[in-house]
């Protein structure tokens, strides 16, 4: 009787066997899926595709995104996080290293898809997510440029970068920006070519400045623009750890522009929930 119990269980279980497993694939592909929480203060890096986001991400925040030398190795949004109050020494900060987190708030850095300069009918699926997360999500931007010439994309080029960032700055002009050179420890080109690329962001950062606000701050509810000129750019090396320290402070003073306007967007939405209830 024992065996023929444990028969008919074994038999139950290879049957069942097929529901279950596709429950637990389930389960795990939605482990995947990145969670954006919309009350948290957000910060997007965007650029063209193999520019060194991820690798910034990893630098800065808890996120592990994958990181080849090919275009569109980001394939998805990958969602890192920051905590107000983590260490900023300069101790050990290449590839990932230093302290990411702290006692603090707790902040989002998103990981993008790279995108190309041209029409948004003719982008593919991960170029229109990026688009899409600027569109839809209250976040602040981080252009990431890359002028060493390997970002590994035939329409990559410096002056191709530069027309993605007048594309992307004309069309969320209020954002809290921030422009970062990446790879800032490798000079592949001449000395020549290296300060025509630079001089050529820098034209491109300048021309899509707008009108300079007292100190340089954003207003609560974005009615000016941030502004972003060449004497903001930051040079920075994910693998010697060059600017990463001040890359941290500056990722905090976006982020906390941010927050301010969730919370004033929370106190609105309470306000008008309140006069509905009366």
Request: with cysteine; aromatic share 4%.
């Amino acid at each position: 009787l024992a065996e023929l119990g444990t028969e008919a269980t074994v038999r139950e279980m290879e049957q069942g066997l097929g529901p279950l497993a596709k429950m637990l694939s389930i389960q795990k592909a939605l482990r995947a899926v990145p969670v954006i929480e919309l009350e948290v203060p957000t910060v997007v890096l965007v650029g063209a595709p193999n520019v060194g986001k991820s690798s910034i991400i990893r630098a800065v925040s808890t996120g592990t995104p994958e990181v080849n030398d090919y275009p569109f190795t980001t394939r998805g949004v990958t969602i890192g996080h920051m905590f107000e109050g983590a260490a900023s020494s300069s101790q050990g900060q290449g590839q990932g290293g230093g302290e990411k987190e702290g006692t603090g708030r707790r902040f989002q850095i998103m990981d993008t898809p790279g995108v190309l300069s041209r029409p948004d009918e003719e982008r593919n699926e991960m170029e229109s997510l990026t688009i899409a997360s600027l569109q839809h999500l209250p976040t602040a931007v981080v252009f990431v440029a890359d002028l060493t010439g390997l970002s590994g994309d035939d329409k990559s080029s410096v002056l191709d970068q530069c027309e993605v960032r007048r594309e992307l700055r004309e069309r969320f002009p209020r954002r809290p920006w921030l422009d970062v050179v990446s790879k800032a420890d490798l000079r592949l080109v001449s000395d020549e070519e290296h300060a025509r690329n630079l001089e050529s962001f820098l034209e491109a950062v300048d021309s899509t400045a707008p009108p300079s606000t007292k100190g340089g701050t954003v207003e609560k509810r974005g009615e000016e623009g941030f502004r972003a000129s060449r004497d903001d750019v930051l040079f920075v090396s994910s693998l010697s750890g060059e600017g990463l320290v001040e890359l941290r402070l500056r990722l905090g003073q976006m982020l906390m522009r941010v927050d301010v306007v969730l919370r004033d967007y929370e106190r609105a939405q309470l306000k008008a929930r309140q006069q509905l209830e009366k």
